[in-house]
């Protein structure tokens, strides 16, 4: 069963406009969250992580997400868009604290038009 | 620099030949795993490792060996590679807990 959703495989949206970028998920533990960006021809970089507590999490280059339990979401924004934010955006989920598995979302290609 | 290296950045080869992808990183990380990424279907785990000499299977470990014979090094090894392993191959680790994971920069392969 799939762990995490992302809808939307690509998103458009104009230079200095609101991101918005979808990440559903099902666990039957606490879920521990990740939004991971990956610039062309590199690897993947951690823009931020909800584990416990504050459920809005602020990560780097302007990005927060907002973990909802009751919705199972935990969607991506911005809200001004960069040129520099395109790229391919992925939501990773961890089971609990525990080590061990990363499940990935297929990825949210973000394209920003001047 | 804290980081995860891997070798080769690109590789093409032949249809069974024996290959291995290193992956080491430099933070004393337990955890350590790989991934492959393919277009539209994201990030699928291949194998991953808690510690030295713990390894267990991820989503996709047909086709693939590992081993963590040291913290530090976590081969990929492809025995006899085909086509539908062509694919772009990444390495993370992480520390028990709550971490982030750091990944490497990937090796693209292709199989002929």
């Known amino acids: 069963a799939q762990s995490v959703t992302q809808l939307g495989s690509h998103v458009s949206v104009s230079e200095g406009a609101l991101v918005l970028l979808r990440c559903n998920y099902s666990s039957s533990v606490p879920p521990y969250l990740f939004w991971y960006v990956q610039y062309p021809n590199q690897g993947l970089q951690l823009l931020l992580k909800y584990t416990t507590g504050a459920t809005l999490v602020k990560g780097i280059n302007g990005f927060e997400a907002e973990f909802k339990k009751s919705e199972t979401s935990f969607h991506l924004t911005k809200p001004s868009a960069h040129m520099s934010d395109a790229a391919e955006y992925f939501c990773?989920?961890?089971?609990?604290?525990?080590?061990?598995?990363?499940?990935f979302g297929r990825g949210t290609q973000l394209t920003v038009w001047p | 620099e804290a980081q995860v290296t891997q070798n080769p950045r690109y590789l093409i080869t032949v249809t069974g030949k024996k290959l291995t992808v290193t992956c080491s990183q430099n933070m004393n990380h337990e955890y350590m795993s790989w991934y492959r990424q393919d277009p539209g279907l994201g990030l699928r785990q291949i194998y991953y490792s808690m510690n030295v000499e713990v390894t267990d299977k991820g989503d996709v470990p047909e086709g693939y060996k590992v081993s963590r014979k040291e913290k530090r090094n976590f081969p990929l090894i492809l025995e006899s590679p085909s086509p539908n392993q062509t694919s772009l191959y990444f390495c993370?680790?992480?520390?028990?807990?709550?971490?982030?994971?750091?990944f490497g920069s990937g090796t693209r392969l292709t199989v002929v």
């Open positions: 993370a680790s992480s520390f028990q807990g709550d971490y982030g994971y750091t």
């Open positions: 990773a989920l961890k089971r609990g604290s525990t080590l061990g598995r990363l499940y």
